[in-house]
Structures are given as C-alpha cells and as structure tokens.
C-alpha cells in the first residue's frame, strides 16, 4: 500500500549516483562493475520512493559531459540501459510507474531510442511514481533546447518575447508537468551539482552523502529524508511553505 506523503516528505527527489567507478576500483574491478552494482540502489530507491508517497523521482544515470569517457565505457553503459529496461519494465508497468527519459535522444544509439520511446507509451497512462532517467542529459542543454523551442514560437509570430514567462519557460523544459525538485541528493562525496536540472533545483534541499552509490541502502535515503524533514523551507519569504507550488 502506498502511504500518504507527508509535509515533510519530498514531493520530487532528484538523485545524482556517483561513485560508481570508485566502489569498483576497490574491489580491483572493471569501472562497469560498478556501474552495475549501481542498478541495485536504483531499484531500492524506485521501491521506496512508491511505498512512501513520493510523486516523482529522477535519477542522473548519463550526462551530456559523460560522452567524454572511453568508448569502451560509454558503450558498456548504453548497453546497461538496454539490459535494465528490457529486465525491469514489465514490473514498474505492474507497479504503475510512469517512465520517462530526459536528454537528447539523438545522440543515442538507435535501438536505444527506439526501447525508450516504447517504455514511455508502455507506461504512460500509469498514475503512480514519474520516474525520470536522465541520459544524455545537462541542465544547459534543457535551458538551451527550451530557449530554441521559444525563440522559434516568437520567430514564427506566435509569441510575442515580453509574453515569455517563468511559467512558460518550464513548460518546455525536460521536466514540464513534473513538480520541482524537492530534494536533490548526491553521493560520492563530492560537493557539486554537476549540471543536473538547474532550473528545477532552484528552491531544492541539497543532501550530500558518503556513500559511494552502489552502497546507497534504505537506512542511507531514510537519513536524507530525515535532514529534509528538519529544513524549514521559506522559498525566499519569511516564515516556513512546504511546497514551491502554493509560494
Ligand atoms: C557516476 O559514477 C555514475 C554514472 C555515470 C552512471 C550511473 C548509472 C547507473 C547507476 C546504472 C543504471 C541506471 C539506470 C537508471 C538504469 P562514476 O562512474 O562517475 O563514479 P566515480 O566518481 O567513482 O568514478
């Protein structure tokens, strides 16, 4: 049964997963291992975040900068994606998860494209958690390619630029109709935001942890819900809101 989120209980946690690579340099093994071990936490988190009420969640699996790495890693990757969602679909569809991916799907391979167009139709009617992956995927690139979107509406006179809104801004961002990040978690230990979400992380909590992430466990996201639970969240008012969305 899911429970009902709380005040206190984030309504969006975006989670940045490092530490991959590290977690398998100290068991002597290739960087892909890790990358690997990482899928368990993801299902944890995935799990979680339903049984608790949470309303969406997005997981940084690939950055636009990540095309920098070695082929062979890059490749192992992509190949990861393909494996975990022709493993695990079936079973967030049960669950009444709604997929999606953010980024720029052209720069993927196409059979790749091609299995997460499917996974979205597949479970774009569900109401339970939005589950966003992001591959492929910068906070630039979402401002750039949702600037492009506008400017071509005022080119083509549909638009007039003094109309151009906050509101209209997010309407064309990766994330559109998914409420703002709440939270932002990051582990590794590195104390960056990397360009994930820059628009959608502007009034999030930042929680950084230790923990390399294929050893992120229940007790570990139990402790950042926790610090959120203490945050008095005031979106730059005086006293305390609980979402953005009544600010
Ligand atoms: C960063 O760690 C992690 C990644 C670039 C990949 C994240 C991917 C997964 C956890 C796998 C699957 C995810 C889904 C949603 C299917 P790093 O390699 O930069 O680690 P390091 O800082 O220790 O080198």
């Not at 790749?112 to 139709?121: G, S, T």
């Not at 809104?165 to 939270?183: C, K, M, N, T």
């Not at 502007?202 to 950042?224: G, H, I, K, T």
């Amino acid at each position: 049964m899911v429970a009902p989120a709380s005040k206190l209980t984030p309504r969006h946690i975006a989670i940045t997963m490092d530490g991959n690579g590290r977690w398998a340099a100290a068991r002597g093994l290739a960087r892909s291992a890790g990358h690997r071990a990482g899928l368990t936490p993801v299902r944890m988190c995935i799990e979680e975040c339903a049984r608790r009420g949470v309303e969406a969640l997005t997981l940084f699996a690939f950055s636009s900068e990540n095309w920098g790495r070695p082929a062979q890693e890059v490749g192992s990757l992509m190949g990861l994606f393909l494996e975990a969602l022709e493993r695990e679909l079936e079973e967030l569809h049960a669950k009444g998860v709604r997929l999606r991916f953010i980024g720029e799907r052209r720069d993927l391979p196409v059979r790749l494209q091609a299995r997460f167009a499917a996974a979205e139709a597949r479970t774009a009617g569900n109401g339970g958690l939005k589950l966003q992956v992001a591959v492929s995927y910068g906070g630039r690139w979402d401002i750039i390619q949702a600037t492009q979107k506008l400017a071509k509406e005022c080119s083509s006179g549909a638009l007039r630029p003094e109309d151009i809104s906050e509101a209209r801004f997010a309407a064309q961002l990766a994330l559109a109709g998914v409420p703002p990040a709440d939270l932002l978690i990051r582990t590794g230990g590195e104390y960056r935001v990397s360009n994930f979400l820059l628009w959608d992380i502007a009034y999030a909590e930042l929680y950084f942890s230790a923990r390399l992430w294929p050893d992120f466990a229940v007790a570990d996201l139990e402790e950042a819900l926790a610090f959120f639970a203490t945050r008095e969240r005031r979106f730059g008012h005086t006293v305390a809101r609980h979402s953005a969305a009544k600010a």
